[in-house]
């Protein structure tokens, strides 16, 4: 299977909250599991990434939290500011240059 | 700002018409790619091209025909398109041919067929 599930679609957070989005896959050929960030009229852009063999990777606010063995990895935004407002995909990576995505999470982040 | 150019930004076009749509990248990247996005999805990889070389077609209807005149540059040539084509067509572009998963995506182009 090729596919990589999201949730929620949508994410409504209070300003300085956690915001915490999902995502599992089936496929153990892929090799690299990146989250990309798009703002409206504008393409994504590359969040974080984590490869399979780390369990969790941190980057300012935004941190990866990776399990192998259930296959799902998952993205916490920490002190979550309007700013953060976006539609967050994740995706997953096979050899040769294809990466799959997620559905998508709008996040909404009130002031 | 993105490192990823897209020319144009907007395109209306009629389903008679030729068009096309041009990226750029001076990023020194060997792989090139057009994704296409509806609103409120996820992009769908149309084509990758691996050092000048179409190396992934995902099954793309032939109105829609790619170009890697070089490293830096990737064209995308539309002929006879259909109302459902309309949609954001993305170019990015990697490293190391998309190993990493790593993509740097320009902004867009959004299409419209009328």
């Known amino acids: 299977q090729q596919q990589v599930k999201q949730s929620p679609q949508s994410l409504i957070v209070q300003k300085g909250g956690i915001s915490i989005i999902n995502c599992a896959y089936e496929?153990?050929?892929?090799?690299?599991f990146p989250w990309y960030q798009q703002f409206p009229g504008k393409g994504p852009a590359l969040l974080i990434a984590?490869?399979?063999?780390?369990s969790e990777k941190k980057e300012g606010r935004f941190t990866i939290s990776f399990n192998k063995s259930a296959k799902q990895f998952s993205l916490h935004i920490m002190d979550s500011q309007p700013g953060d407002s976006a539609t967050y995909f994740c995706a997953a990576s096979l050899s040769g240059g294809k990466l799959i995505f997620g559905q998508g999470t709008e996040l909404s982040v009130k002031p | 700002d993105t490192e990823v150019t897209q020319t144009p930004k907007h395109l209306v076009m009629g389903m008679t018409n030729k068009k096309s749509l041009k990226c750029e990248q001076h990023m020194g990247h060997r792989a090139m790619y057009w994704y296409k996005q509806k609103a409120k999805k996820p992009p769908e990889l149309m084509f990758v091209y691996s050092y000048e070389k179409l190396s992934i077609n995902e099954s793309v209807p032939s109105r829609f025909s790619p170009e890697c005149p070089n490293s830096s540059l990737l064209n995308l040539h539309l002929h006879a398109l259909q109302p459902e084509d309309s949609a954001l067509y993305l170019c990015?572009?990697?490293?190391?041919?998309?190993?990493?998963?790593?993509?740097?995506f320009g902004e867009g182009s959004r299409l419209t067929v009328l």
């Open positions: 496929n153990t050929a892929f090799d690299y």
């Open positions: 984590i490869r399979p063999d780390v």
């Open positions: 990015a572009s990697s490293q190391e041919g998309g190993a990493t998963g790593e993509l740097f």
